[in-house]
């Protein structure tokens, strides 16, 4: 269509109707507003009362060039757009904060607001970007909600983990802006991963030593975390299975909970089959104990001796299968990084290797941030250090594209 020559946005001339309610995140939604109307959507933007306790509806309408509605059965509104108008007019509805009270009231199907009743009334598909307070995400009460909204076909993008307005630190974040274009682009181009199931590990392991210790790294699992969400969001089936992390599963992953290399080995050949794409981001340890002492070993020896044995290599026996997944390696190194990395994508006959630098000042090892330098067998790609949501959403997509690109070929896997 465009001379411009610059590839458009699955967004472009796309009806959005964004619902505000209140939280503090609303002002992000003010940013999300911008973006997605300079990506080419068509905004219609709805605020609850609360809502415009912390944004003015004025900014709103700036931003999305057209008026904002507020109010159910407000004649003037009603005559501009009706309510059942604007639920038809929608392509796709997004709540945005989406507050603890407002999913409470799409489980229960009210109607008594106006973005309630056009939540009721739309038949698009809808996606909630919830945001509040730590406490109120965990609370029985929401995660019950949230279960049964998600088995009724209404998609959650985040909440992330992070810092909140509140001063605690904890899942309920609500996803920047640019994460929830990128995950609204992928959804209206049907998802660069669409109908395709993809296999996760994440974390580190536990091998242990005795009764009471173990064997571990510092892994924090936050790259595999991110990979599972964003995988998620681009489409796929994702099942996540993960060592001992302080993290909360991503919403709509199947997620699978290891200690040992032998039970993430066990857990993930037992579901590979099924896998079109395995990701093994999880820092499985190479060596646990070659004894478990069933009782605490008592200091009593001047030293202590602890012999080690290697565990299975999950990764190689993934790319050993047949048939098997398109199969993507993490490589952590301290030296030689492009050198090791080649070597283990040509060793472990592997489709795909992201390698990152450990033991510096930035990125890699619990880490919130990482860059990665990913090699596969004739090409490669840097990705500057950022976010590890954002690094994951790059590497995401570059998996797509080179599943796609060797589906293409006379390449059976
Ligand atoms: N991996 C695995 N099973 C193991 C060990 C590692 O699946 N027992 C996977 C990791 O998930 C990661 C990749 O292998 O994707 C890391 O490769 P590896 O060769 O183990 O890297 P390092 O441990 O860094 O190897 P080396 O000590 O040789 O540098």
Known sequence: MGASGLSMSALNGKHILLGVTGGI????????????????????????????????????????????????????????????????????VLIAPATADFIARLRAGLAGDLLSALCLASEAPLILAPAMNRAMWANPATQDN???????????????????????????????????????????????????????????????????RYLSNRSSGKMGYALARAAADAGARVTLISGPVALMPPPGVEFVAVETAAEMHVAVLSRVHESDIYIGAAAVADYRPAEVAQAKIKKTAASLNLELTRTEDILAAVAGLSPRPFTVGFAAETDRLEDY????????????????????????????????????????????????????????ELIAERFHAQDTTENPR
């Open 25 to 92: 995140a609303a002002y992000k939604a003010a940013e999300l507003t911008r973006q997605l109307k300079s990506r080419g959507a068509e905004m219609r933007v709805v605020m609850t009362e609360a809502a415009q306790a912390f944004v003015a509806p004025l900014t709103f309408q700036a931003l999305s060039g057209n008026p904002v509605a507020t109010h159910l059965l407000d004649p003037v509104e009603e005559s501009a757009m009706g309510h059942i108008a604007l639920a038809r007019w929608a392509e796709l």
């Open 146 to 212: 949230v279960r049964v909204l998600r088995e009724r076909g209404i998609r959650l993008l985040g909440p992330e983990e992070g810092e909140q307005a509140c001063g605690e630190t904890g899942p309920g974040r609500m996803l920047e802006p640019v994460e929830l274009c990128e995950a609204l682009e992928g959804s209206f181009g049907d998802g660069s991963l669409a109908g395709l199931s993809v296999l996760i590990t994440a974390g580190p392991t536990r091998e242990p030593l005795d009764a009471v």
């Open 341 to 396: 990395a080649r070597g283990k994508l040509a060793a472990k006959n592997l489709d795909m290797i992201a390698a990152n630098w450990v033991g510096r000042p930035q990125g890699g090892f619990d880490r919130d941030e990482n860059s990665l330098h990913v090699f596969w067998p004739d090409g490669e790609r840097e990705l500057p250090l950022a976010d590890k949501s954002r690094i994951a959403i790059q590497l995401i």
